[in-house]
Nanobody, 115 residues
Framework: QVQLVESGGGLVQTGGSLRLSCEAS????????MGWYRQAPGKQREVVAL???????ELADSVKGRFTIYRNDGHSAVYLRMNFLRPEDTAVYYC?????????WGQGTQVTVSP
């Protein structure tokens, strides 16, 4: 059973930085993609950044130029470097992975950006 463990969330001031980590264990299928989603109070969950097989990445327009997604060589961990954070980035951030065509979700980590 694949498990995703996230870490790195916290409280930061506007303009600050955080790095989120997501480590997968129990992986048995082929890597398809890993990425980050977020959900703010009262809003739908939205995609933030994805990294797909190979090196292609996708970033939401709202985070382009500020966030970077990358993974380790073993395809078992993905990271989200978040710079120039804004209050509107406040949300619970979820790691999602697809291995062998199956989706897996982490438990979420809170990111709070104070004005």
């Amino acid at each position: 059973q694949v498990q995703l463990v996230e870490s790195g969330g916290g409280l930061v001031q506007t303009g600050g930085s955080l790095r989120l980590s997501c480590e997968a264990s129990g992986v048995g299928g082929r890597f398809v993609e890993m990425g980050w989603y977020r959900q703010a109070p009262g809003k739908q969950r939205e995609v933030v950044a994805l990294i797909k097989r190979g090196v292609s990445t996708e970033l939401a327009d709202s985070v382009k130029g500020r966030f970077t997604i990358y993974r380790n060589d073993g395809h078992s961990a993905v990271y989200l470097r978040m710079n120039f954070l804004r209050p509107e980035d406040t949300a619970v951030y979820y790691c999602k992975a697809n291995f062998g065509g199956n989706d897996y979700w982490g438990q979420g980590t809170q990111v709070t950006v104070s004005p």
